[in-house]
């Protein structure tokens, strides 16, 4: 049976606000997140926090190498402001695409986290040529824990619903929850985390996978692990936080993570 390789990766952006000054200013910043994302050499990867102009940007920027689908939470047809997004290599074509909210009704939109909109999109990925492919859903989770909590389940729910096949599943996204959190248990049930799967040795750079902006956060012994790469029906190779700087900056408040499958 032949084997495939696929790196499996989530970055959250930071959406465009005027709270962010000097070098973490957006058009500051833009050109290294582009960075960022072409050294991590992704081949699919969840985005969170992407404003319009934003999605405006990395869609031109990224052109030559991915496409990249979008869903914002703030319009019933997905299409809008503060939107997620799953971007996948040139040579695979996406079909099956969805989106829904956390919510008792996931098909219309909601409010559910104070005043933010919180919900989750998916799709099933073919490899050109071959007889490859994957599910991936893409989530940015809700800040508040009793949320997370109450709809944790809906995840599995809408993976079962959107990939009758059983494809390979890859959940991913800023979750706003740490390892230890309710969301993350439930998470676990269905899913692996990657990090906890390669192991120590398997595994490349900090732990923490949010950094606040703060140079002297030392994310190495920060719990701040909220960004993940959940999978079923894969094989784990190695895991990677990635914590490079360009010109002594980050390119956002939080740090791309990818991990590298082998897929039969």
């Not at 098909?107 to 989750?120: A, F, H, I, L, S």
């Not at 140079?215 to 029906?233: K, N």
């Not at 936080?241 to 980050?250: A, L, M, Q």
């Amino acid at each position: 049976m032949a084997e495939e390789q696929l790196r499996v990766g989530t970055f959250n952006v930071r959406v465009i606000t005027s709270d962010d000054t000097g070098e973490n200013a957006w058009e500051k910043r833009k050109s290294r997140v582009v960075n960022a994302i072409n050294e991590c050499d992704f081949d699919v990867f969840g985005l969170n926090e992407c404003s319009t102009a934003t999605q405006s940007y990395l869609s031109k920027q990224l052109k030559n190498s991915y496409n990249i689908q979008f869903f914002s939470p703030y319009a019933q047809n997905g299409t809008g402001n503060k939107a997620q997004g799953l971007a996948y290599r040139k040579g695979w074509t996406l079909s099956d695409w969805h989106y829904f909210w956390l919510s008792d009704t996931p098909d219309v939109m909601t409010t559910n986290d104070g005043t933010m909109n919180r919900g989750g999109c998916c799709g099933i990925l073919s490899k050109d040529g071959t007889d490859l492919k994957v599910f991936v859903m893409v989530t940015h989770g809700a800040l508040s824990a009793e949320t997370r909590s109450q709809y944790a389940e809906l995840y599995e729910q809408m993976e079962k619903k959107y990939n009758p096949g059983a494809y390979p599943s890859f959940f991913v996204g800023d979750m706003n929850s740490k390892p230890s959190g309710a969301a993350s248990v439930v998470y676990r049930r269905y899913w692996s985390d990657a990090y906890y799967a390669v192991g120590e040795a398997g595994r490349s750079g900090p732990a923490a996978t949010y950094n606040g902006w703060d140079l002297e956060l030392d994310l190495y012994s920060s719990d701040s692990r909220i960004d993940y790469i959940y999978y079923r029906g894969a094989t784990p190779l190695s895991y990677v936080c990635s914590d490079t700087r360009y010109g002594g900056c980050y390119p956002s408040d939080h740090l791309p993570v990818y991990a590298d499958f082998r897929i039969e």
